[in-house]
């Protein structure tokens, strides 16, 4: 087999020590892929002669060129490269920028910094996520324990006028809760002063990124004149998204499995049988609440969902709009919709037309569309109002259920609505449910949705939907999927199938 590492110009007289260094690791890894410094050049579509000159050490490549080398020899070798490797050829490309151009090493720098500002914003918010989730568990655990301990203390007396024996297992019980009330309000305040933490910390995160931001423009104006392009293309910026995602997604699992942890514990025992007893009939109050909710007059729920909107009590009025889009008949709810946009809350009837769109049954649904449409004449607010609505319904329901409703939508003519809800689930439907969609199907309807995601799907989107398909062992659609994004994406296809690899870890 032919050494072509021979076949490298060596390196040139005079090369600073630390661009040496750099291009001695360089040419290292470019012997390992076997390839003359043509062919490369003709893989990567670079010139030839600034490849040579890359390798040669007599002039500093941009980082996009080493990243494009880590990525052609991880193919080859089938396994990703050391970390500490990475790290040290990523270090003595900063050393061997700074001596030959201060300026571009400036650039690189708050490049690098931008990102490191940009990656803990994000850790950040999703910090402050785990947290707002975990304060809104123990709050609703906290609800239910204060009514349990109401219930559990008017049992009490009456039990002690009528058995006098069971009064001392019932005041066990209800000391029991009242400890773990105490319990849960207690880490109730500790949450809410590390959303507060996490806020700031967010905040302040924030104003980096924007600091960096303004210095990284002013010393690009600065270097452009004389300067190779410096911008990162898309390959290098989806590899840096797949590799911040892996981190976050990390930091994420350890947060959720530490506040599962801490609400693990069991419920005490002596207390079980009251609770048993409270539980096994909560769910039907409930149903039959929401039944009288969403039976009430027209006119007071009209006005309870534009009260809950005023007071900002988003709780209250999500419960309620979702009761109506249940319970209720489609006359009702578009009444209620046109009443809603009549005294000026147009996006309270947007949100009860979304809720209806995922609680209806199909065929109220198609009934509930067809007013919305009749009552503008086809007009745009319709229109607006039948798209929120089927946007709700392409992310909610399942599969099922939008294949029935689309070919129902086809008996109606309604094509338009048909291509929109398809549109939606390529574009924003989440990947294990788009990939549930693609296997139920017919194989037409599944090859023209395949189209749409290459077209419509956001780039960090799309390697857990491949990482779903693999998993429901749909071989023949990723294989066709795969296809055409190396076609239509070429740029982002080698990142996308790293982030897949991430994925499945």
Known sequence: MVDHSSLLRPLGEGVPEDAARLAAALRELFSSLGLSVRRYASRTHRNAGAVSRYLNGTRVPPWDFVTELFIEVAKQKKAPLRQEAMELIKESHRNALKVSNKRLHEVQTLQDQLEEADARVQQAAIREQVLMEGLQVREQRIAELETRHVELSARRDKEIREREGTVAELALARETDSDE????????????VELHRAKE???????????????????????????????????????????????????????????????????????????DEYLRGREDRGRESARKLAGRPVAVNTRELIRFSV????????????????????????????????????????????????EMSLPPLLAFLSLLLDEDGGGRRGRDMVGRALYNFSYFREAPEIITFMGMLGEA???PWVMEIRSNCAKDRKGVRLAELLR??????????????????RTKDVPALLVQMEALRLDAYLEELLSRLSKQRPDEYPALLDAMELARE
Do not use: F, N
């Open 181 to 192: 009330l105490a319990r849960l309000k207690s880490e109730v305040d500790q949450l809410r």
């Open 201 to 275: 910390s967010s905040a302040a995160a924030e104003e980096r990124c924007r600091d960096l931001e303004e210095r990284l423009a002013t010393a690009e104006e600065e270097a452009q004149a004389g300067r190779e392009a410096m911008d990162s293309d898309r390959l290098e910026e989806a590899q840096r998204a797949a590799e911040e995602a892996k981190a976050l997604a990390d930091e994420l699992r350890e947060q959720l499995d530490e506040l599962k942890a801490r609400q693990a514990a069991p419920p005490p025992r002596k207390a079980a049988h009251a609770a």
């Open 413 to 415: 003519e309604w094509a």
């Open 311 to 358: 007071k900002g009590d988003l709780t209250q009025g999500y419960s309620l709009g979702v009761a109506i889009a249940r319970w209720s008949t489609p006359d009702t709810v578009h009444e209620i919709c046109r009443a809603l946009r009549g005294k000026g809350y147009p996006s309270l009837a947007h949100e009860l037309a979304g809720h209806a769109a995922a």
């Open 440 to 457: 139920e199907l017919d194989p037409e309807a599944a090859h023209g949705l395949i189209g749409l995601i290459v077209d419509l799907r």
